[in-house]
């Protein structure tokens, strides 16, 4: 059988000391006589002892340890989001776990679980919900909101500034020409959702174009969702020469519909999304999209929360990153 991992009792009988002197000498404790820490460093340095990280910040009262709960961990947004605020953790010498919790009876489980077992330091939460999961948050635990707006102040938050996201894409499609513009929205008890609807509705209103209710269509963020809104236009009888999709996945479902009913993008229908996904400049046409930076959303997520770790009592903050509009080949201005 292959030999089991040094442990720190084994350093402890070669030096001929306890195991908490060992442990003295590791965490660099000025209790220690400069004959014993020498012996003890010359047995570690015998057995290639190599000390648990994560035991050693415990026993400090500090694990290094983050942890991100999202409500899945597939979505293309929520992963890269994952990613890069891993990437950032590392960086500065954090572990960051990821979990996922669909519902809010989920989040509220697996919360009161990483409470009881005081692994994590900090909790990243990303959350698009306009719900209650912000009134689960410990106290005793710092947090960050991303992805959305948090109900309490005492929360602090990163997110994509989403009002700006839709003015900037109704303001390329007004500048274009076109008045008669629908909207596919995201699901309506989230917040980047009613935030895109406001920004939309209002930069609409200041150029004087109206936005039927019946061009105002629910979706799911799904291509379906897209596919079957464009259907729902058509049967109105009345379509319009634009359609914003809150994210890029329904924006290629309307037009994927479009050119089934016999329709061209751009020159019947115009369509800007949401996100500028990896494959948005690949579509058929390309797309013209609202960018969020998921990376950058994700990475500013990890060092403000960081930074509350270190500064407990520094005012809270609440990060909005800029979108940026990429214009592509799914727009043109509108012909008459």
């Known amino acids: 059988m292959a030999r089991s991992r040094t442990t720190i009792r084994d350093v402890a009988a070669a030096a001929g000391v306890s195991h908490q002197t060992v442990s003295r000498v590791i965490n660099r404790s000025e209790r220690v006589d400069p004959e014993t820490r020498s012996r003890v460093e010359a047995a570690i340095a015998r057995l290639n002892y190599r000390p648990n990280a994560i035991a050693r910040y415990m026993a400090q009262g500090r694990t290094q340890t983050l942890a991100c709960i999202s409500p899945n961990l597939s979505d293309y947004t929520f992963a890269a989001i994952i990613e890069a605020a891993e990437a950032e953790a590392r960086r ?187 494959l948005a400049s690949y579509f058929d046409p390309p797309l013209t999209t609202v960018r969020q930076d998921m990376r950058a959303i994700g990475s500013a997520a990890t060092g403000l929360l960081l930074q509350r770790l270190a500064e407990p009592g520094a005012p809270r903050r609440h990060i909005r990153l800029p979108a940026e509009l990429v214009i592509r080949s799914s727009t043109a201005p509108r012909g008459d």
């Open 92 to 278: 500065q010498g954090y572990f960051l776990f990821s979990a996922s919790a669909a519902s809010e009876a989920d989040f509220s489980d697996l919360l009161g679980r990483l409470v009881d077992s005081r692994l994590a330091e900090g909790l990243l939460v990303i959350n698009p919900y306009a719900d209650g999961r912000h009134a689960l948050l410990p106290r005793s635990v710092p947090s960050v909101f991303v992805g959305a707006r948090p109900r309490e102040e005492s929360v602090d938050s990163v997110s994509l500034d989403d009002e700006y996201a839709a003015q900037l894409a109704a303001q390329h499609l007004l500048q274009a020409g076109h008045r008669r513009i629908a909207m596919v929205t995201g699901p309506g008890a989230e917040d980047c959702v009613q935030d895109r609807c406001a920004g939309f509705r209002a930069a609409l209103s200041s150029a004087g174009a109206a936005l039927p209710e019946a061009w105002v269509l629910p979706g799911d963020w799904s291509a379906t969702a897209g596919y079957q809104a464009m259907l729902q236009l058509h049967r109105s009888g009345s379509l319009p020469t634009a359609v914003f999709a809150q994210n890029d996945r329904m924006a290629i479902g309307v037009m994927r519909a479009a050119r089934d009913l016999g329709l061209s993008v751009p020159e019947d229908l115009s369509v800007v999304g949401v996100d500028d996904m990896p």
